[in-house]
């Protein structure tokens, strides 16, 4: 077996330590959106042309497209790669398989009362799960048929996947770890992801998903985006920094496997997972250029903007990443994160307000506590607030923030997310019947008084 070896990236325990510039990962390159290029060998990159009547050491040319064809060149993606085999030689007699608890959209099988929903970690299980048997759909949106919504997941991994090999053909993959280091052997390369991490998978992209080297067990979320791929918001009248910045997101160098023996590829395809068997490995490119590939993007460098003065903004200014919709301003998902900031606003009730909304609301805690949540959302836990149900501060946080002293603070050691969707997430039956579903979340609203006085102002 001959491969390109990536260094595995050296782990930050600091926050201060995650500041470190692109430049210090040796296996990537850094930019979002960049027409990258990359050889594993001196050469195998054919110059002036994609298609050569001859690619350099023999290898075949392949292009994989993220878009239409005719999409418009800011939206238009796709990557040339130069491998040992084509796909289609990657391929065999497919045969059904179960998805285990992986299912997809459109899902109305299951019907629950409306309500906030919340979960508390799911259990670390103590046998052999690698990551397709690991996924724990919670909830789905829209039609992936229709490559519009998302399906919302948990992961629980404790070996590596061996001789096995997948793609994702029904939407682009972001990980969210929360425990847990996974090493994401792809097409493109090797891509190393720690908690207070996002890694994402493109449609279509093979990859085989391994614990990294000390980890014993993984536990995290995966969003499956069926529609628009994930792309930076506009930043609008902030103007051209803050937020998620190009230079910080991460794309693999190349990195190969040539290497014959048996395995197995899964593909998931119309919500159904097709499995064959093969006599080589897929990652099998010496080369590639083009704009449609993985990368990851470290949490801890997000810049956050908010209120110096008074109100709490809109969570819509934390955006990380958003996948659009054909409607303007109206995302087929976005991807929201609560990270360390400093709350300086002055006479304002500072947490988030009680709200409904239009949007569907899925959070998880990586670590720390959540500032309108303090008791009882822990990190590896979820929570779920559908469209148009009610939802905000539990009576704790609201006697807390209506009566402290609005004196500078500073949010620490917290790292919370959302994945906002235009669609109602349907709850799996899994998730409706699973242990972890606090049954008794809504009572977190019970104490709320009355403080209404006509007398008073």
């Given at each position: 077996m001959s491969q390109s070896k990536l260094p595995v990236s050296e782990r930050r325990p600091r926050r201060e330590q995650a500041i470190s510039i692109a430049a210090g990962n040796k296996g990537y390159m850094s930019g979002f959106g960049n027409g990258f290029e990359s050889e594993a060998l001196p050469g195998a990159l054919p110059v002036g042309r994609n298609s050569p009547q001859k690619c350099p050491y023999g290898l075949y040319a392949e292009q994989i497209s993220g878009s239409p064809f005719t999409a418009p060149r800011v939206t238009n993606e796709?990557?040339?790669?130069?491998?040992?085999?084509?796909?289609v030689k990657h391929w065999g007699r497919f045969e059904k398989i179960s998805g285990g608890c992986w299912e997809t959209a459109p899902l109305n099988t299951f019907e629950m009362p409306i309500q906030p929903l919340r979960w508390s970690p799911i259990e670390l299980p103590t046998e052999k799960v690698s990551f397709l048997?690991?996924?724990?759909?919670?909830?789905?949106?829209?039609?992936?048929?229709?490559?519009?919504?998302?399906?919302?997941?948990?992961?629980?991994?404790?070996?590596?996947?061996?001789d096995a090999y997948f793609y994702n053909a029904d939407g682009e993959m972001m990980f969210v770890p929360q425990l847990g280091n996974l090493r994401i052997c792809t097409e493109f390369g090797t891509i190393d992801v720690e908690p207070c991490e996002?890694?994402?998978?493109?449609?279509?992209?093979?990859?085989?998903?391994?614990?990294?080297?000390?980890?014993?067990v993984a536990r995290g979320y995966l969003c499956e985006n069926y529609g628009g791929a994930f792309t930076l918001p506009e930043r609008g009248p902030i103007g051209a920094n803050c937020m998620a910045n190009q230079r910080d997101f991460l794309t693999p160098i190349a990195a190969y496997e040539d290497h014959d023996g048996a395995c197995t590829m899964t593909v998931k395809w119309g919500g159904t997972l097709w499995r064959t068997h093969l006599e080589h490995s897929p990652l099998d490119v010496v080369a590639w250029h083009g704009n449609y590939a993985p990368y990851k993007y470290d949490l801890r460098h997000y810049s956050p903007v908010g209120p110096v003065l008074y109100d709490h903004a809109d969570p819509s200014i934390f955006t990380v990443m958003t996948s659009p919709s054909e409607t303007p301003g109206t995302a087929n998902i976005d991807f929201v994160v609560f990270c360390d900031r400093w709350t300086v606003a002055e006479n304002t009730f500072r947490p988030p307000w009680y709200h409904l909304n239009v949007m569907s609301e899925f959070m998880?805690?990586?670590?720390?506590?959540?500032d309108a949540k303090p008791q009882g959302f822990v990190p590896g836990g979820m929570s779920l607030h559908n469209s148009m149900l009610p939802h905000g501060p539990d009576t704790q946080a609201f006697e807390r923030a209506s009566n402290a002293e609005l004196?500078?603070?500073?949010?620490?050691?917290?790292?919370?997310?959302?994945?906002?969707?235009?669609?109602?997430?349907?709850?799996?039956?899994?998730?409706?019947?699973?242990?972890?579903?606090?049954?008794?979340?809504?009572?977190?609203?019970?104490?709320?008084?009355?403080?209404?006085?006509?007398?008073?102002?």
């Open positions: 796709r990557s040339w790669l130069y491998r040992i085999r084509p796909t048997s690991g996924v724990r759909t919670m909830t789905t949106a829209g039609d992936a048929g229709s490559m519009a919504g998302m399906g919302m997941h948990a992961y629980v991994i404790t070996a590596s996947m061996v996002i890694a994402v998978i493109p449609r279509g992209v093979k990859i085989r998903v391994e614990l990294a080297a000390g980890t014993t998880g805690l990586i670590e720390g506590v959540y004196k500078p603070h500073k949010l620490e050691n917290t790292m919370a997310f959302m994945f906002e969707t235009r669609f109602p997430q349907r709850v799996t039956k899994y998730a409706a019947e699973h242990p972890s579903l606090q049954h008794d979340y809504s009572d977190c609203w019970a104490d709320i008084e009355k403080h209404f006085d006509p007398a008073k102002r």
